[in-house]
């Protein structure tokens, strides 16, 4: 068994699901969590969601032996909204928006790393709805709620028109600091000791291993590894935005600098000036460590080494590779969230 998560989200007039919050997902239940619960529910196997009514939620709280989930159960008794169970058998292409928001939240609570799970099909899965302070409301119902609060005397707030929320309002992870939790979006693994500051941006299944400095884009299906510093405006390129098919992740310890970026994968311990975004087709001179020239190569032939100084030559604007002996080493007081 992948997962199983007890979920109360949103619907729409049509009775469609918008969104749905998980508060205590299970990854790889027990097998006497799933007997538990198909004992009431009739579940027979496979990935499925089912709506809970309020007698199904009594059953349960009396069947689920985990005491967890069996609060929780005892909690949602008294929701106004839907409540949901969804099973997730095995890790394969997603089928419902709840199984989304499933796995979405398996990424944020840290049970999975970007790239690691399935995520076929998400996007017609998640629908586009305006992400405002009464919650998810459909775009198509948008407009009589705006008239309604002002009739009220109240202007509605809407945040965000987008397919994706922001993370903080479903997930917070531990020793984390965001300072603009509206660019860090739900389905980000942001690894323990992580700072992103308010430019900072990480998008889902893309994510930091902690501790890290954040004051870049870390794009869809990017990681970035422990120690690592994405200065202001630094970016990489994800596999929707000119990454292509290949997979961008960047080592331990890396530094790309302000303006700059990276759109093949680094090793650990490499770092990239200010301003220079390095391509899959740029043209890179290699330097030994005496600035000897040795040969000109495309940067693809580089992914993925570490030690590794990108910059342009001053005189003539090549870019040229050099060793990088020394480490980037963050400071440990920045990075302490206790």
């Known amino acids: 068994m992948y997962a199983l998560a007890f979920g109360i989200g949103t619907k729409n007039a049509k009775n469609d699901w918008l969104e749905i ?24 196997g496979g990935n499925t969601d089912i709506d809970l009514s309020e007698q199904d939620l009594g059953a349960l709280s009396d069947s689920v032996t985990d005491a967890e989930q069996q609060s929780l159960v005892e909690q949602l ?24 928001y499933l796995k979405l939240h398996l990424l944020s609570h840290r ?30 119902e948008l407009e009589a709620l705006q008239l309604s609060e002002r009739l009220q005397g109240r202007v509605l707030e809407v945040a965000s028109i987008d397919k994706f929320p922001k993370m903080t309002n479903y997930v917070v992870p531990g020793g984390v600091r965001i300072a603009h939790s509206a660019r860090v979006r739900l389905g980000a693994y942001v690894g323990d000791g992580t700072t992103v500051m308010h430019e900072g941006f990480m998008n889902f299944n893309a994510g930091t291993l902690g ?17 690592s ?34 759109g093949i ?3 650990d311990r490499c770092t990239i000036e200010a301003g220079l975004y390095i391509t899959p087709g740029t043209v890179v001179q290699i330097m030994d460590e005496d600035r000897n020239f040795l040969k000109l190569v ?26 990088n002996r020394k480490a980037i080493e963050l400071n440990t007081t920045l990075h302490s969230h206790n």
Request: charged share 20%; glycine share 12%.
């Open 77 to 100: 008794k008294a929701s106004v909204k839907p409540v949901v169970l969804t099973i997730l058998e095995s890790d394969s292409a997603l089928q419902s928006t709840p199984e989304t």
């Open 265 to 267: 994968p680094l090793g």
């Open 21 to 44: 919050y998980y508060p205590r997902p299970v990854f790889k239940p027990e097998q006497a969590l799933i007997d538990s619960v198909a004992k009431i529910t009739g579940y027979k």
């Open 111 to 140: 049970f999975v790393l970007p790239n690691e799970q399935n995520l076929e099909g998400i996007y017609p899965l998640l629908p586009n709805v305006a992400w405002t302070e009464r919650g998810a409301v459909d775009l198509d």
């Open 211 to 227: 501790p890290n400095m954040i004051e870049g884009r870390v794009s869809q299906g990017v990681t970035v590894g422990g120690g």
């Open 229 to 262: 510093d994405l200065g202001g405006s630094a970016s990489t390129a994800g596999t929707l935005s000119g990454g292509g098919n290949i997979v961008i992740s960047i080592g331990k310890d890396c530094l790309i600098s302000a303006n700059a970026g990276t």
């Open 298 to 323: 495309k940067a693809r032939e580089l992914a993925g080494q570490a030690d590794m100084l990108f910059l342009r030559n001053s005189q003539n604007g090549i870019v040229e590779c050099r060793t």
